[in-house]
T-cell receptor, first 112, second 115 residues
Framework: GEDVEQSLFLSVREGDSSVINCTYT??????LYWYKQEPGAGLQLLTY?????DMKQDQRLTVLLNKKDKHLSLRIADTQTGDSAIYFC????????????FGTGTQLKVEL | DADVTQTPRNRITKTGKRIMLECSQT?????MYWYRQDPGLGLRLIYY???????NKGEISDGYSVSRQAQAKFSLSLESAIPNQTALYFC??????????????FGSGTRLTVV
């Protein structure tokens, strides 16, 4: 079945860039997503990328997709304390029944 | 009002008790999902429903059942709760008519503790 993996923790200083990485196994993935979960809250869709793209930029967020290596990354420029949260990558594919498969989540801690 | 509402927000229950978690949505989406979140494991799919008469098992359906009472309502039941069902449960919705860029809409979650 589909498998999506992330490292569990990332710590950065305020003002630095954060890069959160994700690898997936399903080569038929059509859309890949980044969700943010703040403490005590549900998941909020941050951004997504269609599989025929290799980069998408949205204000401080840059998503890079390497389809050959099945690697997705989320770069947050000028990271702020309000960016502290858990970040989940997720993918959807026909092979997965068009259901979202989530990674394990990366806890981002932003230090002053 | 939230687009996807889960009740209760928090619940403590005893081992062996039956419990129901409820989810309602005002998005008009046809598809609904139940996930559980455990630290270090991400979100795992329990059950999903692509329309009112369609119910499907996810990757971890054992010990759970669901009911899609209407397009807007999807409830999750634990027939006989056990401690390893202690987790954060999320309901989500999606619209089959939209392209994948909309993703899913999530509720705020129900934190369930089984003692």
């Amino acid at each position: 079945g589909e498998d999506v993996e992330q490292s569990l923790f990332l710590s950065v200083r305020e003002g630095d860039s954060s890069v959160i990485n994700c690898t997936y196994t399903d080569s038929s993935s059509t859309y890949l997503y980044w969700y943010k979960q703040e403490p005590g809250a549900g998941l909020q869709l941050l951004t997504y990328i269609f599989s025929n793209m290799d980069m998408k930029q949205d204000q401080r967020l840059t998503v890079l997709l390497n389809k050959k290596d099945k690697h997705l990354s989320l770069r947050i420029a000028d990271t702020q304390t309000g960016d502290s949260a858990i970040y989940f990558c997720a993918e959807i594919s026909p092979g997965g029944g068009n259901k979202l498969t989530f990674g394990t989540g990366t806890q981002l801690k932003v230090e002053l | 009002d939230a687009d996807v509402t889960q009740t209760p927000r928090n619940r403590i229950t005893k081992t062996g008790k039956r419990i129901m978690l409820e989810c309602s949505q005002t998005k008009g989406h046809d598809r609904m999902y139940w996930y559980r979140q455990d630290p270090g494991l991400g979100l795992r799919l329990i059950y999903y429903s692509f329309d009112v008469k369609d119910i499907n098992k996810g990757e971890i359906s054992d010990g759970y059942s669901v009911s899609r009472q209407a397009q807007a309502k999807f409830s999750l039941s634990l027939e006989s709760a056990i401690p390893n069902q202690t987790a954060l449960y999320f309901c989500a919705t999606s619209d089959s008519r939209k392209t994948g860029g909309d993703g899913y809409t999530f509720g705020s979650g129900t934190r369930l503790t089984v003692v």
